[in-house]
């Protein structure tokens, strides 16, 4: 894919950002719906905390676009 096609699929960086980030976004809406499934409310929130930690130190380039 040339960088014309790049464009033509996403005229600007927001539109492109929002695409990259269906999949990893998904990741934390998955990750805070088991948490609310949690009997224990602090279990959950901490399970909660430590995975989505998991998921930004997993992905550098995550964090560096939502700063």
């Given at each position: 894919?040339?960088?014309?096609?790049?464009?033509?699929r996403f005229p600007?960086?927001?539109?492109?950002?929002?695409?990259?980030?269906?999949?990893?976004?998904?990741?934390?809406?998955?990750?805070?719906?088991?948490?609310?499934?949690?009997?224990?409310?602090?279990?959950?929130?901490?399970?909660?905390?430590?995975?989505?930690?998991?998921?930004?130190?997993?992905?550098?380039?995550?964090?560096?676009?939502?700063?």
């Amino acid at each position: 894919m040339g960088i014309a096609t790049l464009y033509r699929r996403f005229p600007t960086r927001e539109k492109l950002v929002a695409a990259a980030l269906v999949g990893k976004i998904t990741e934390y809406a998955g990750a805070a719906e088991q948490a609310l499934a949690v009997a224990d409310p602090w279990a959950g929130f901490a399970g909660f905390v430590v995975r989505i930690c998991e998921l930004q130190a997993g992905d550098r380039g995550l964090s560096d676009c939502c700063r």
